[in-house]
């Protein structure tokens, strides 16, 4: 679920507002969005792919992070550059190549074919 | 288009919902002369099941034999239940529309060959591509705004919705409009499973307002596996998985998709471990590149699967990667309503794919194919705008004071532990059925709408998508597909033919013969 909105990165354009497919957040004029609906969040960090300035953590759990859970330690996950992560992935915001260019789904039967005979893959 | 001063909108087209059956349906109805207007719950772009897990697409080339044999491997695979003349249809749209991509600025990848592929589509660059295009088509897009229900002029001919713009103090909103096409996917039953939380089936209970039919509700029993931490369930890496108890010795169940009965079984007794065994050290590299999204949640988590042992649970997909949905009525994507047309999931898919989806690519096939169709037969028929329309919407619309939240939790209990929904039995399907009709007479009729309309119409409709699926499940007293009857475990031929379901203070079930035609016109669609 969503935990982190970086005060110390966003830039209030309320993207992520617009994009949560289950209203997750609510716009705050003049100030940063809140995560005001955590319980609706369905973790899939798409609200991560779509922040400009990469100032937001989804942790990969179904539920709410405990208190002291390392999901929730901003300045660490900043450090180790965790913030934005599926934005990095597939390859959005200047001077990335799109993930899709890398995309080895379309061979994966032969590559596997080629590396386990006999093996059926999908 | 229109914009009355009092917030409605008038349009020929409105399309319901904007993953890939809804915008495939918007840009056709467009390119058909309509003016459009599509309606999301979320945001087009990033809402539903194919923005955040992506489509493996049944992209097979024209050439040679390559499109026979998939047909008849599916029409196996499927349980008999297909029709070639849809899959013909479907393969040879698909094709088209995926090289529309292309021209479009899909970023596909090129092989080591030098050869480009296009089989396969990430969320995340294909619906913000789709949106773009929905966009330059001139369609007018509301997202954030759930529909509540249908409204119908005086014959009975569906003639808009009616909704609320969640973002804006749920507003309300109408769109009066000649044909409405429903593109709102299936149901997963707000379990969570990657994308899936926006999909509850409100298209299938707008539809079954005004008695639409529905067929296959007993192929939902889809469940995906994701880590036992989260619920993202990106499949195909597990195809290299082996299985393992929690003291770290191995399941007696085969590796990969092989164990995809013997795995959930496992998991009814004990926690279930995994780890990549099978996937060549070679390949790492090339697995995270195609299926970012299931690797992520485990870098997040900090356990590399090819190396350590991780918890996995099966989590309900539902009607999302199951194949029931609305029944079709004609070539169209027409649904059994007059003016209704359905597109993508929430229609049966059982056309293509049968009683089994597993595999994947072909849902995705049917959201391109079937969104292009109903929305170029939409356009055609929309008619003249009556003046005079009713709403439609009978459940959960009005003030009452039983939490959503209440009945949503009661419908969970029933469908998504495997026990009841993956091994069926007779006596454990009739004991829920007991318990939902009981919610459908009980708690639905008081179900308070208060501050969130949206969350009354999502209870309302997983109740009814629940019994629909129980009662079809009751009444096919075999297995196939992926319907499971523990207490039949056998495929009876006599069985090979498709059930249609409906009625909501009612719910009834019958056979269906197989459809057969002529010829599906696919020439004017796809240019
Ligand atoms: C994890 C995962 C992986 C998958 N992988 C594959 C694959 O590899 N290949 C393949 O072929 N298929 C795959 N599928 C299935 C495929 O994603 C779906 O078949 C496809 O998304 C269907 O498109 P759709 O437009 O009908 O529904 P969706 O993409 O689910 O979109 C439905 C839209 O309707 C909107 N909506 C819902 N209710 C309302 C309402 N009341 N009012 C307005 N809008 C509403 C939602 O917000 C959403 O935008 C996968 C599914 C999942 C869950
Ligand atoms: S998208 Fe990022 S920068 Fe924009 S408001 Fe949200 S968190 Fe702030
Ligand atoms: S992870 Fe998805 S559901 Fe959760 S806040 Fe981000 S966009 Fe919304």
Redesign the pocket.
Same mark, same amino acid.
């Given at each position: 679920m969503i935990e982190i909105v970086s005060a110390a990165r966003c830039i209030d354009c309320d993207k992520c507002v617009d994009v949560c497919?289950t209203n997750v957040f609510d716009a705050v004029p003049g100030k940063h969005p809140v995560i005001a609906r955590q319980s609706d969040c369905q973790t899939c960090f798409l609200c991560e792919a779509y922040c400009p300035v990469d100032a937001l953590f989804v942790a990969p759990l179904a539920g709410p992070a405990e208190p002291d859970s390392p999901y929730r330690d901003e300045a660490a996950l900043a450090a180790a550059g965790h913030l934005g992560d599926y934005r990095t992935w597939i390859g959005w915001g200047h001077g990335r190549t799109p993930g899709s260019l890398r995309d080895r789904n379309p061979e994966l039967p032969e590559l596997v074919a080629a590396h386990l005979p006999g093996v059926s893959v999908q | 288009m229109t914009t009355p001063a009092d917030g409605r909108l008038d349009a020929d087209v409105l399309v &319901?919902?904007?993953?890939?059956? !809804?915008t495939w349906a918007a840009i056709a109805a467009a390119e058909a002369g309509a003016q459009v207007v599509l309606?999301?719950?979320?945001y087009?772009g990033t809402?539903?099941?194919?923005?955040a897990?992506?489509?493996?697409?049944?992209y097979v080339p024209p050439e040679g034999s390559a499109r026979l044999e998939s047909i008849e491997r599916r029409e196996v695979e499927g349980g008999y239940l297909t029709d070639r003349r849809w899959m013909e249809c479907v393969l040879d749209l698909t094709w088209r529309q995926v090289d529309r991509l292309a021209r479009w600025g899909y970023p596909y990848p090129t092989d080591a060959t030098g050869q480009v592929r296009r089989s396969s589509l990430q969320g995340p660059e294909y619906l913000r591509l789709m949106r773009r295009q929905v966009k330059r088509a001139g369609v007018r897009i509301l997202d954030q705004s759930?529909?509540l229900d249908l409204v119908r002029d005086v014959d009975g001919v569906v003639s808009g919705a009616r909704?609320v713009h969640r973002q804006r103090g749920n507003e309300a909103w109408t769109v009066r409009a000649g044909a409405v096409v429903l593109?709102?996917?299936g149901c997963a039953f707000l379990s969570g499973? &990657? !994308?899936?939380n926006?999909?509850?089936g409100?298209?299938h209970l707008m539809a079954a307002e005004l008695g639409a039919e529905l067929s296959g509700m007993e192929f939902s029993s889809s469940y995906?596996m994701a880590p036992a931490f989260g619920a993202q369930?990106?499949g195909r890496m597990y195809q290299f998985a082996r299985y393992y108890h929690g003291d770290g010795t191995p399941l007696d169940v085969p590796p990969g998709f092989a164990g995809r009965h013997a795995v959930p079984r496992a998991m009814l007794s004990e926690p279930v471990f995994a780890r990549l065994d099978l996937a060549p050290p070679q390949l790492h590299e090339s697995l995270r590149w195609a299926q970012p999204n299931f690797f992520l949640p485990y870098d997040k988590a900090g356990i590399d699967v090819f190396r350590d042992l991780f918890e996995v649970r099966m989590v309900l997909?539902g009607t999302?990667?199951g194949t029931g949905g609305l029944a079709l009525s004609g070539d169209g994507c027409e649904t059994t309503v007059p003016g209704l047309y359905a597109?993508?999931?929430?229609a049966t898919r059982e056309l293509i794919t049968g009683g089994r989806s597993g595999g994947?690519?072909?849902?995705?096939?049917w959201?391109i194919s079937s969104g292009t169709i109903a929305g170029a037969t939409a356009a055609r028929f929309a008619r003249r705008l009556r003046s005079s329309v009713t709403a439609a919407g009978r459940h959960g619309l009005l003030p009452g004071s039983t939490p959503a939240a209440d009945v949503i939790r009661a419908v969970q209990d029933e469908v998504l532990p495997l026990e009841r929904n993956l091994f069926r039995t007779g006596p454990g399907l009739r004991d829920s059925l007991a318990r939902l009709d009981e919610l459908w007479t009980d708690a639905v009729p008081s179900l308070d709408v208060g501050a969130n309309p949206q969350r009354a119409r999502e209870a309302v409709a997983m109740v009814a998508h629940a019994r629909w699926m129980y009662r079809a499940a009751e009444a096919r007293t075999e297995s196939r597909a992926m319907h499971r009857r523990d207490d039949h475990p056998d495929t009876v031929p006599g069985w090979a033919h498709r059930l249609r379901t409906g009625g909501l203070d009612e719910v009834w079930v019958q056979a269906e013969g197989t459809a057969a035609g002529t010829e599906l016109a696919v020439e004017e669609l796809a240019s």
């Open positions: 497919p | &319901l919902g904007g993953g890939p059956a !809804g309606a999301d719950k979320g087009c809402s539903g099941a194919a923005a897990g992506g489509n493996n697409l049944w759930p529909a909704g593109a709102t996917g499973a &990657l !994308g899936c926006p999909d509850t409100d298209g995906g369930t990106k997909e999302v990667r597109a993508g999931d929430v994947g690519s072909h849902n995705g096939a959201a």
